[in-house]
């Protein structure tokens, strides 16, 4: 299983969005509805943002949103704030060996 | 509250060998599958190795395979990972991670241990 693909990095002004894609495989985003999103501070563990696709948990900001088409799994971020910088990673189920796989992450700067 | 602490960082020689724990709070341990997530310095995430809720079953990335042992004490709530051999290229924060955040493991890693930095090095 090859990693998830995602965008080095991303940037925007406070308010604005901004779209995080995440390009696997019809073997792992696109068999499954088993696509979730980190968010990671430096220095920090990373943080559930987005479960299943496109819920989030309780206590996660509305401002998050995602969604998957075919292959390609999406994060949103509407209204950025200062605070939402940080890297972001994607995960996908793949139902073999290994049964997750990651996404390189992707550098969301605020500008 | 849920939550998972590790035990302290360490600095190992290749070829050497170490045993990391997690310990689990909050939550009904024995209800979950768990997992070990690795971050080499720098670089992104990686799945290393997971593990059945009653110990039954585990499963290992293929570069640790032979070398990492996964394992679980579901009477004492805590989770292992006893790493063998050791190669410059297992230096890496390791965390635990907890399947869901629901009443039962779930496709994604619902809660973060604070991550143990695993230098090997000599």
């Known amino acids: 299983q090859s990693a998830l693909t995602q965008p080095a990095s991303v940037s925007g002004s406070p308010g604005q969005s901004i779209t995080i894609s995440c390009t696997g495989s019809?073997?792992?985003?696109?068999?499954?509805?088993?696509v979730s999103w980190y968010q990671q501070h430096p220095g920090k563990a990373p943080k559930l943002m987005i479960y299943?696709?496109?819920n989030r948990p309780s206590g996660v900001s509305n401002r998050f949103s995602a969604s998957k088409s075919g292959n390609t799994a999406s994060l949103t971020i509407s209204g950025l704030q200062a605070e939402d910088e940080a890297d972001y990673y994607c995960?996908?189920?793949?139902?073999?060996?290994?049964?997750?796989?990651f996404g390189g992450g992707t550098r969301l700067t605020v500008l | 509250e849920v939550q998972l602490v590790q035990s302290g960082g360490v600095l190992v020689q290749p070829g050497g060998s170490l045993r990391l724990s997690c310990a689990g709070s909050?939550?009904?341990?024995?209800?979950?599958?768990m997992s070990w997530v690795r971050q080499a310095p720098g670089k992104g995430l990686e799945w290393v190795a997971n593990?059945?809720?009653?110990?039954?079953?585990?499963n290992y990335v293929d570069s640790v395979k032979g070398r990492f042992t996964i394992s679980r004490d579901n009477a004492k709530n805590s989770l292992f990972l006893e790493m063998n051999s050791l190669r410059a290229e297992d230096t890496a924060v390791y965390y635990c991670?907890?399947?869901?955040?629901?009443?039962?493991?779930?496709?994604?890693?619902?809660?973060w241990g604070q991550g143990t930095l695993v230098t090997v090095s000599s």
């Open positions: 991670t907890r399947a869901g955040i629901g009443d039962s493991s779930d496709y994604y890693f619902g809660y």
């Open positions: 909050g939550f009904t341990f024995s209800r979950y599958w």
């Open positions: 593990i059945k809720e009653d110990g039954s079953k585990q």
């Open positions: 019809s073997s792992d985003v696109g068999a499954y509805n088993y």
């Open positions: 299943d696709v496109s």
């Open positions: 995960t996908s189920y793949t139902g073999s060996s290994p049964p997750w796989v």
